[in-house]
């Protein structure tokens, strides 16, 4: 129904940007709220940001401060994540999910969503 792949991801120093983008597409994929979640090694899968389906409405994590936006653009079928000030402890795999349907929040789970893409690493490092 939405398959997702994202893209982006790579070694950075603390201080670096970097953007990931996820691919969205399938039958659901305009009706679809779209999250970034994070899973660091031996950890859980933790939300970081999410979108609504027209891209005007936004929901951050607490644990970003700011440093982190989701943006969307339908028209390209992709949701982005610009990430600023990056630190050792952003160091993770980051994945898109997607689901119709939603009410989002600033705390949404993993078990809220449905569709996954495969990830991209995330590592900041000197």
């Known amino acids: 129904q939405v398959t997702l792949a994202e893209s982006g991801g790579g070694l950075v120093q603390p201080g670096d940007s970097l953007r990931l983008s996820c691919a969205v597409s399938?039958?659901?994929?305009?009706?679809?709220?779209v999250a970034w979640f994070r899973q660091a090694p031996g950890g859980k899968r933790a939300f970081v940001a999410a979108?609504?389906?027209?891209?005007?409405?936004?929901y951050y994590s607490d644990s970003i401060e700011g440093r982190f936006t989701i943006s969307r653009d339908n028209a390209k079928s992709t949701v982005y994540l610009h990430m600023n000030n990056l630190q050792p402890e952003d160091t993770a795999v980051y994945f898109c999910?997607?689901?119709?349907?939603?009410?989002?929040?600033?705390?949404?789970?993993?078990?809220?969503?449905?569709?996954w893409g495969q990830g991209t690493q995330v590592t900041v490092s000197s």
């Open positions: 999910a997607a689901d119709p349907n939603l009410t989002l929040t600033k705390t949404m789970t993993a078990p809220h969503f449905d569709y």
């Open positions: 399938g039958r659901l994929a305009s009706e679809s709220e």
């Open positions: 979108v609504d389906e027209s891209g005007d409405n936004t």
